[in-house]
C-alpha cells in the first residue's frame, strides 16, 4: 500500500510538473505569437508609410516635370527674351533672394544647381504660405470659414 501511495505521488508530481509545463510552454508560444503579430503590425506601418513617401515623391515629380514642361520644355540651358533663365525660368532676383549666387553661365549649366534652386523655390513658398494658414485656420471672413483641410 505504501508503495502504490508513494506511486502515486510521483505520478500526480509528475503530472503537475507536465501540467505547469504544457501552460508554460503555451504561454511562451502565446507571447511569441504576440511579438510576432506586433512585429508583423510594425512592418505593415513602415511598409504604408514607404508607400505613402514614395507615391509623394512621384508627385514631387510629376509636378516638377510638368512646370519644367511649361517654362522650358524642362531644357536646362533656355534664357527667354525677358531674361529669365533655365527649366524652371527663374529670375536673378530670386535666386538671389533664394541665397544663390551664380553667373548665368554657372546657372545654366548646372542642372543640378536648378533642381536646388527649384527645391529652395518650394520650401521657401511653403515657409510663406504657412504664416498664412497659421494666421487665418479657423477664422471666419465674410461669413466663410477659413480653414487648411
Known amino acids: 500500500m505504501r508503495k502504490q501511495l508513494i506511486f502515486a505521488t510521483i505520478v500526480t508530481f509528475c503530472s503537475f510538473g507536465m501540467i505547469d509545463s504544457a501552460e508554460s510552454e503555451t504561454f511562451e508560444y502565446t507571447l511569441s505569437d504576440l511579438q510576432r503579430e506586433k512585429n508583423e503590425e510594425l512592418c505593415r506601418i513602415e511598409e504604408e508609410k514607404l508607400r505613402i513617401e514614395l507615391h509623394h515623391q ?71 504660405l504657412q504664416l498664412y494658414i497659421d494666421t487665418f485656420d479657423g477664422k471666419t471672413i465674410n461669413g466663410m470659414l477659413i480653414t487648411e483641410y
Open 58 to 128: 512621384q508627385e514631387l515629380e510629376n509636378f516638377l516635370n510638368a512646370i519644367g514642361h511649361r517654362e522650358s520644355s524642362n531644357r536646362y540651358d533656355i534664357v527667354n527674351r525677358w531674361g529669365y533663365m533655365g527649366k524652371y525660368q527663374f529670375g536673378k532676383s530670386t535666386l538671389k533672394g533664394l541665397g544663390f549666387k551664380v553667373t548665368k553661365q554657372e546657372f545654366l549649366n548646372d542642372p543640378q544647381l536648378q533642381e536646388e534652386a527649384m527645391m529652395a523655390l518650394l520650401l521657401h513658398n511653403k515657409e510663406k
